[in-house]
């Protein structure tokens, strides 16, 4: 029951409890306009507090999901699928992710990602967190304190590079992806962030964006940034010695398996805690969500049964994850039907990109990070501008407050442009800003680990430890 519904019981069993008390002659017990009055602004204060409470609470568990799904769910998922010789250094790309851009996060981050500044990137009010405390933003969120919503901010910004990894796995070296990593942040999230989730940001659709792009939880911001950075750096970084010619099979399936389920959980965190509070936006992200990844597991596994006679556990598992990519963007706009139809889509798409389109053009993406990530966000991204629906989300309204079309279906054809736009700069931001950075960390200090060091493991000559131990201990 909505606050206002409440107030409005209360204020019958009062007028009610008044009027009682007036016919039966008991002036002294009954409820003056001053005590009404002051029993409401009790109540007002008594359900925003309850409310604050509620959804406070909702989006710090979400927050810790959302970091669950970097570690430990991609550091397992990514860890399963190289060899063991490299499984460490996998993870620990996840890890090292996790601090230095929390870091970074604390002192600028924030700020120019959600800090009131151009249509293109924010400014530096809140350096160092300044000003980020228990009163909310009413701009971003009413309901929570703003800390709640940095810290909630900080862990899709934290799993977006760690994402790229994927492309880079197994030879490039700790020292540049750490600089990379910083460098990253500031020059392609904190700019794409700001454009689509900030505040006077161009692409915003809800707070002044000339090009209002539907993003619900980050298939611009978080997908298509990470997968085409990957592609990048793939291209850039070359092949891995002797790929394709050696098989290079995933070492621990069954790791990529807990870490493909610790996602999926973690993703309700990530795609029904964008509502911003614990009201039914979020039910219905969260159950968008669900379908959309199951559909894309099963769209994936039909697809490699028909070419290859037999289903795959880690290509249900890749489908499931293309399907939570594509259906971030639509969650918050979509009901269940066009959420099945998102992840149905998504899994032949992205099985089509991994296993064809990968193959022709012959270059290494080690773990398919753009395959999945830049192809399922961008389908995403498209199919959001079809399918979203004012029943689900009446974001766009006109001057009196009418609620208008949203997505294609609805009558709202040019919101295709806006997704497409959306889809160009990001990639464009993305191309550009990758390559840059590449060059100069490459530059300073080299990008790829020498041939020998790549032949022995990076586990090895990277941080001096193995994964496993093979020895026999002594009976």
Same mark, same amino acid.
């Given at each position: 029951?909505?606050?206002?519904?409440?107030?409005?019981?209360?204020?019958?069993m009062?007028?009610?409890?008044?009027?009682?008390?007036?016919?039966? #002659?008991?002036?002294?017990?009954?409820? !003056?306009?001053?005590?009404?009055?002051?029993h409401?602004?009790?109540?007002?204060?008594?359900?925003?507090?309850?409310?604050?409470?509620?959804?406070? #609470?909702? /989006?710090?568990?979400?927050?810790a999901?959302?970091?669950?799904?970097?570690?430990?769910?991609?550091?397992?998922?990514?860890?399963?699928?190289?060899?063991?010789?490299?499984?460490l250094?996998? /993870?620990?790309?996840?890890?090292?992710?996790?601090?230095?851009?929390?870091?970074?996060?604390?002192?600028?981050?924030?700020?120019l990602?959600?800090?009131?500044?151009?249509?293109?990137?924010?400014g530096?009010?809140?350096?160092?967190?300044?000003?980020?405390?228990?009163?909310?933003?009413?701009?971003?969120?009413?309901?929570i304190?703003?800390?709640?919503? /940095?810290?909630?901010?900080?862990?899709?910004?934290?799993?977006?590079?760690?994402?790229?990894?994927?492309?880079?796995?197994?030879?490039?070296?700790?020292?540049?992806?750490?600089?990379?990593?910083?460098?990253?942040?500031?020059?392609?999230?904190?700019?794409?962030?700001?454009?689509?989730?900030g505040?006077?940001?161009?692409?915003?659709a809800?707070?002044?964006?000339?090009?209002? !792009?539907?993003?619900?939880a980050?298939?611009?911001?978080?997908?298509?940034?990470?997968?085409?950075?990957?592609?990048v750096?793939?291209?850039?970084?070359?092949?891995?010695?002797?790929?394709?010619?050696?098989?290079?099979?995933?070492?621990?399936?069954?790791?990529s398996?807990?870490?493909?389920?610790?996602?999926?959980?973690?993703?309700?965190g990530?795609?029904?805690?964008?509502?911003?509070?614990?009201?039914?936006?979020a039910?219905?992200?969260?159950?968008?969500?669900?379908?959309?990844?199951?559909?894309?597991?099963?769209?994936?596994?039909?697809?490699?049964?028909?070419r290859?006679?037999?289903?795959?556990?880690?290509?249900?598992?890749?489908?499931?994850?293309?399907?939570?990519?594509?259906?971030?963007?639509?969650? #918050?706009f979509?009901g269940?039907?066009?959420? *099945?139809a998102i #992840?149905?889509?998504?899994?032949?798409?992205?099985?089509?990109?991994?296993?064809?389109?990968?193959?022709?053009?012959?270059?290494?993406?080690?773990?398919?990070?753009?395959?999945?990530?830049?192809?399922?966000?961008?389908?995403?991204? *498209?199919?959001?501008g079809?399918?979203?629906?004012?029943?689900?989300?009446?974001?766009?309204?006109?001057?009196?407050g009418?609620?208008?079309?949203?997505?294609?279906?609805?009558?709202?054809?040019?919101?295709?442009?806006?997704?497409?736009s959306?889809?160009?700069?990001?990639?464009?931001?993305?191309?550009?800003?990758?390559?840059?950075?590449?060059k100069?960390?490459?530059?300073?200090?080299?990008?790829?680990?020498?041939?020998?060091?790549?032949?022995?493991?990076?586990?090895?000559?990277?941080?001096?430890?193995?994964?496993?131990?093979?020895?026999?201990?002594?009976?």
């Amino acid at each position: 029951m909505r606050w206002f519904s409440v107030r409005a019981v209360l204020v019958s069993m009062l007028l009610c409890c008044g009027g009682w008390s007036a016919a039966h #002659g008991q002036n002294a017990g009954g409820v !003056t306009p001053q005590q009404m009055q002051e029993h409401l602004q009790q109540l007002d204060r008594a359900v925003a507090s309850a409310q604050l409470s509620a959804d406070n #609470g909702w /989006m710090l568990v979400s927050a810790a999901l959302v970091l669950m799904m970097t570690i430990p769910g991609l550091a397992l998922f990514y860890g399963g699928l190289v060899r063991k010789k490299n499984v460490l250094s996998t /993870m620990m790309h996840s890890f090292a992710m996790t601090g230095i851009v929390s870091v970074v996060w604390a002192f600028v981050g924030y700020s120019l990602c959600f800090g009131s500044g151009t249509s293109f990137i924010g400014g530096f009010q809140h350096l160092f967190l300044r000003g980020v405390g228990s009163a909310p933003d009413p701009d971003y969120a009413a309901t929570i304190p703003q800390a709640t919503f /940095m810290i909630y901010q900080l862990m899709f910004a934290i799993i977006t590079p760690a994402l790229i990894s994927g492309a880079f796995a197994e030879r490039m070296k700790f020292s540049a992806m750490a600089l990379f990593t910083f460098l990253w942040s500031l020059v392609v999230y904190a700019p794409m962030a700001h454009m689509v989730w900030g505040k006077g940001g161009l692409l915003n659709a809800s707070l002044g964006g000339a090009i209002p !792009t539907l993003d619900f939880a980050g298939g611009t911001v978080v997908h298509i940034t990470s997968g085409v950075s990957a592609l990048v750096c793939a291209l850039y970084l070359g092949k891995r010695l002797n790929y394709p010619r050696e098989p290079m099979l995933p070492h621990s399936v069954v790791l990529s398996f807990i870490g493909a389920g610790l996602l999926w959980v973690g993703w309700f965190g990530f795609n029904a805690g964008s509502a911003l509070s614990a009201g039914t936006l979020a039910t219905s992200a969260f159950v968008a969500t669900h379908f959309g990844a199951a559909a894309a597991a099963i769209g994936w596994s039909v697809a490699e049964w028909i070419r290859n006679g037999k289903p795959s556990a880690l290509g249900a598992i890749s489908g499931a994850v293309a399907g939570l990519v594509a259906i971030t963007p639509a969650a #918050g706009f979509v009901g269940p039907m066009p959420a *099945l139809a998102i #992840g149905f889509c998504a899994g032949l798409f992205c099985y089509l990109m991994v296993v064809k389109v990968k193959h022709h053009f012959g270059y290494d993406d080690s773990l398919d990070a753009f395959g999945v990530h830049g192809a399922g966000g961008t389908l995403g991204a *498209l199919l959001t501008g079809v399918f979203a629906s004012s029943t689900i989300n009446p974001i766009f309204k006109d001057g009196q407050g009418h609620v208008l079309p949203v997505g294609w279906i609805e009558g709202n054809w040019r919101q295709m442009l806006h997704q497409a736009s959306g889809v160009a700069i990001a990639w464009g931001v993305s191309i550009v800003g990758t390559l840059a950075l590449l060059k100069i960390v490459d530059l300073l200090i080299g990008l790829r680990v020498d041939p020998s060091a790549e032949t022995a493991g990076l586990d090895v000559s990277l941080h001096g430890e193995e994964g496993y131990d093979w020895e026999i201990a002594p009976s």
